[in-house]
């Protein structure tokens, strides 16, 4: 079946370096969205990417989605503490479900 | 907004009971809900796919007659856990879909069963 997967599966860093994850699918998406964990909660949708080679920020957030739609990856510029979560990205493929990626934890300590 | 609630939050229930869990869409109708699994430290596992008005659509290796799901209108699915099992004890979280916005979660429902 289809598996979606997340590099580093855990990182942690110092507060105002930067954070990379990387999201790769073994199919093509339709879609893949990016969502944020916190420790306890549940997931928080931050964004989603459609066309290939797209890239949006938020603020110091950059969601890029591969040319052949097939990867994304997210990038946290300056991190701060309140960064401190379980990133995860979901690919939708042509039908309607979401399939999660594996998800990469970030700590960050001060 | 986009506000999915879940109930309950938490439920601790005997070995061989049923549980069940109600996600709702507060502020939208979601024709298309999700339930997942999560166990601790792990991602989110999709375990079916439940449309408003129709039968739900299980996932591979998921068991339709334990994990029963009822979409009966636009804001509610719920999901009952059949004669519950300790292996059965888990996060279990559901989403709400709002047309192209993306999938809207629930804050989730720890299930322990003892």
């Known amino acids: 079946g289809q598996q979606v997967m997340q590099i580093p599966q855990y990182q942690h860093v110092q507060e105002g370096e930067d954070f990379t994850t990387y999201c790769n699918s073994s199919t093509t998406l339709s879609n893949i969205q990016w969502y944020k964990q916190r420790p306890g909660g549940h997931p928080v949708f931050l964004i989603q990417l459609v066309k290939s080679g797209e890239v949006k920020k938020q603020k110091r957030l950059t969601f890029q989605f591969g040319e052949a739609k097939k990867n994304s990856s997210l990038h946290i510029t300056a991190t701060q503490t309140t960064d401190v979560g379980t990133y995860f990205c979901?690919?939708?493929?042509?039908?309607?479900?979401?399939?999660f990626g594996t998800g990469t934890r970030l700590l960050v300590s001060p | 907004g986009a506000v999915v609630s879940q109930h309950p939050s938490w439920v601790i229930c005997k070995s061989g009971t049923s549980v069940k869990i109600e996600c709702r869409s507060l502020d939208f109708q979601a024709t298309t809900m999700f339930w997942y699994r999560q166990f601790p430290k792990q991602s989110l596992m999709l375990m079916a796919t439940s449309n408003e008005g129709s039968k739900a659509t299980y996932e591979q290796g998921v068991e339709k007659d334990k994990f029963l799901i009822n979409h009966a209108s636009l804001t509610l699915s719920t999901l009952t856990v059949t004669s519950a099992h300790p292996e059965d004890s888990s996060f279990y979280i559901c989403?709400?879909?709002?047309?192209?916005?993306?999938?809207?979660f629930g804050p989730g429902t720890r299930l322990t069963v003892t």
């Open positions: 979901a690919g939708r493929t042509s039908f309607q479900k979401l399939v």
């Open positions: 989403s709400a879909r709002k047309s192209e916005s993306g999938d809207y």
